[in-house]
């Protein structure tokens, strides 16, 4: 059957510290993997998106990178502040005409200062 | 200057209801999207539509019907609502294009049957 998963519901890491979050699926072939932040009562905001024949992506403090042997996604946030604290979803994005996206149940991150 | 804009924030109805659902985007897209969040925080696609036309269609009960007046709108109407439809539906945008893929999201509308 098909899945995503995202590690651990919740990761509590101190101010500062990298932020590492993953992502796996199953039975998938994403074209495409797509990274969104969600606050609580907002919708999912875009960060990052990677294609499938990209190992890695940089934008300020964020990193992606993107094993579709593994049919894994890393998500970094590098020197993490308490305004990091959110929700981060992954979603596979399958290239197709169809554009839909395929989330994950997300990770909470809490960075304590 | 709001991307994607829905309303109700809010809206608390009792079974068997028919209640709507509206969404504005204001970025020029040419799709439009429904996706559904349950309890579990699960986001989970319902429909799509391109330039006014039905695209996707998931297996959402034909309680829901989508409707899209222009590019700019898409509504979602629910008939006969159930205990069960309670959730946050999301409404997206995003433009067709090789190298756009990003959806832009509206805030969201919390749905409580009662």
């Known amino acids: 059957s098909q899945k995503i998963e995202q590690n651990s519901e919740a990761l509590n890491i101190q101010e500062g510290k990298t932020a590492t979050l993953t992502c796996n699926y199953t039975n998938y072939s994403p074209a495409y993997l797509q990274w969104y932040r969600q606050d609580p009562g907002r919708g999912p905001v875009f960060l990052l998106l990677i294609r499938e024949n990209e190992k890695e992506k940089r934008k300020e403090r964020l990193k992606v990178t993107f094993d579709t042997t593994l049919k894994q996604s890393l998500f970094h946030i590098t020197a993490s502040q308490p305004a990091d604290s959110a929700t981060y979803l992954c979603?596979?994005?399958?290239?197709?005409?169809?554009?839909?996206?395929?989330f994950g149940s997300g990770t909470r991150l809490q960075v304590q200062p | 200057d709001t991307a994607v804009s829905q309303t109700p924030k809010y809206l608390v109805t009792q079974m068997g209801n028919d209640k709507s659902i509206k969404c504005e985007q204001n970025?020029?897209?040419?799709?439009m999207y429904w996706y559904k969040q349950d309890s579990k925080k699960f986001l989970k696609i319902m429909f799509s539509y391109n330039n006014k036309e039905l695209i996707i269609n998931e297996t959402v009960p034909n309680r829901f019907s989508p409707k899209s007046p222009d590019k700019a709108h898409l509504n979602l109407h629910i008939n006969s609502l159930e205990l069960g439809d309670s959730a946050v539906y999301f409404c997206?945008?995003?433009?067709?294009?090789?190298?756009?893929?990003?959806?832009?999201f509206g805030p969201g509308t919390r749905l409580t049957v009662t």
């Open positions: 979603a596979l994005d399958m290239g197709t005409g169809r554009r839909a996206l395929t």
């Open positions: 997206a945008s995003s433009q067709q294009g090789q190298g756009a893929r990003e959806q832009y």
């Open positions: 970025l020029g897209h040419d799709t």
